[in-house]
C-alpha cells in the first residue's frame, strides 16, 4: 500500500486529484487530504485528513514534516497554487527528513509560469509560437487592436479585459499596475486546455480539451486529437522539465497553436482526464513505481462540469475542528 497526501482538500485541484487517486483500480492508495478549514468537503472523502496552516506561516514545512514521519506517507500532491514554490525549494529537504516524495516542478519552471510575460518570453527564446506581448514601457507605436490587457501574475482570468483603441487601453493601463498587453489570438471557440504528464524526463501524450469557460473555470469541455497541439505542448513541457502535471492554455491562429497561460501543476481539469481516459495522477505514479500504464481516452464523449454537495455529519465537523485530524466515516451524501 502507498499513502498519498492531498493538500488543498477544498478546492477543485485537490479534489480532483484525490477523485483521480479512487480512480485508479489496481494500486491500494491510502488518502490523506489537509486544507486549512474544516468544512472543505474533500476532507471526508480521504482515509484520514488533517487541518493544516497557511504556506505563508513560518514553520509550514515542518508542520508538513511531523505529519508525513507519523503517517508515512509516500507522496506528498499539493492541491494549492500558494504552495507550489514553498514545495519545489523545499521537495529535497523533506524527501531526506521523511522519504516524502513531492510531486512538483522545478522552482525555475513555477517562477516562470506564474508570469505571464516571463511565460511569453521563454516561449520566444526558444522559437516557440506565443502571441505577441508587451509590458507598458515597450508597447509599439503601432499596434493592431483589439488586444488582451491582463496582470503579469493572475488567475482564473481575473483582471482579463479587451481593448479595442488606443483610448480603452491607455485607461486600462494608467489605472492599474503589473499588466501586460497581448495580441488577441484566435476565437472563443479554438481555444483549448492541454494536459501532460511526466516524470524524470518521460512525458505523456497531451490530452487535448476544447473548452467553454465560466468565471474563469471550465465548465464544458470535449477532448480533441491534434498531432500538432500535442508536439508543441510536449516540447514545452521537457523544456521546462516538468515533475508531475502540467496544463498549458492556449488558442489556434491559422492552425498554429500559441500558448498564453502555462500552470506548472495538476489542473482543474485532472478529474475529466481521468474520467476520459487518461488520468495523470495515475501516469506518474505509476512511472515512478515502475508499473504500466497506458491511458485510453475516449473521444466520443463530453464532460459536462456541475455543482453537487456533500452532507456530513456535524459530529465529525466539531472532532476535526477540535482535535486537527479525522478518520472520517463515509459523508451522509457525497459524490467526490
Known sequence: MITVFVSGAGGGVGQGIIKSLKLIDDLEIRIIAADMGALSAGLYTAD?????????????????????????????????????????????????????????????A??????????????????????????????????????????????RSIGVSIAKNIQELNARLESERGLMVQELVGSDDEEYTCTVAAVNGK???????????????????????????????????????????????????????????????????????????FNPVEFYLKAVLEKSYQGSINYDAIVLRHWTESVIDIKEYEMLQSNGSLDPKKPLISNL
Not at 69 to 93: H, I, Q
Not at 122 to 144: C, G, R, T, V
Not at 234 to 251: D, E, M, P, T, V
Request: glycine share 4%; hydrophobic share 35%; aromatic share 12%.
Open 110 to 155: 513555477i517562477e516562470l509560469s506564474d508570469d505571464k510575460y516571463l511565460t511569453y518570453e521563454f516561449l520566444e527564446q526558444n522559437d516557440l509560437y506565443a502571441p505577441a506581448s508587451f509590458l507598458p514601457s515597450n508597447l509599439p507605436e503601432s499596434i493592431d487592436y483589439p488586444v488582451i490587457v491582463k496582470p503579469r501574475i493572475g488567475c
Open 203 to 277: 512525458v505523456s501524450d497531451a490530452l487535448i480539451l476544447r473548452r467553454t469557460l465560466r468565471s474563469g473555470d471550465t465548465f464544458q469541455a470535449k477532448p480533441v486529437q491534434s498531432t500538432v497541439i500535442s508536439e508543441y505542448v510536449r516540447k514545452i513541457a521537457l523544456l521546462l522539465h516538468i515533475n508531475g502535471s502540467c496544463n498549458f492554455q492556449l488558442r489556434l491562429a491559422d492552425g498554429i497553436p500559441k500558448v498564453f497561460e502555462i500552470n506548472c501543476r495538476f489542473s482543474g481539469t485532472t478529474p475529466f482526464c481521468s474520467q476520459l481516459g
Open 48 to 108: 484520514r485528513c488533517y487541518l493544516i496552516p497557511k504556506a505563508s506561516e513560518e514553520g509550514y514545512v515542518d508542520y508538513l514534516l511531523d505529519i508525513f514521519c507519523k503517517e508515512s506517507v509516500d507522496f506528498y500532491f499539493p492541491g494549492t497554487d500558494v504552495e507550489l514554490l514553498k514545495c519545489a525549494e523545499n521537495a529535497v529537504y523533506i524527501k531526506n527528513k521523511s522519504g516524502t516524495t513531492v510531486v512538483v516542478s522545478p522552482y525555475e
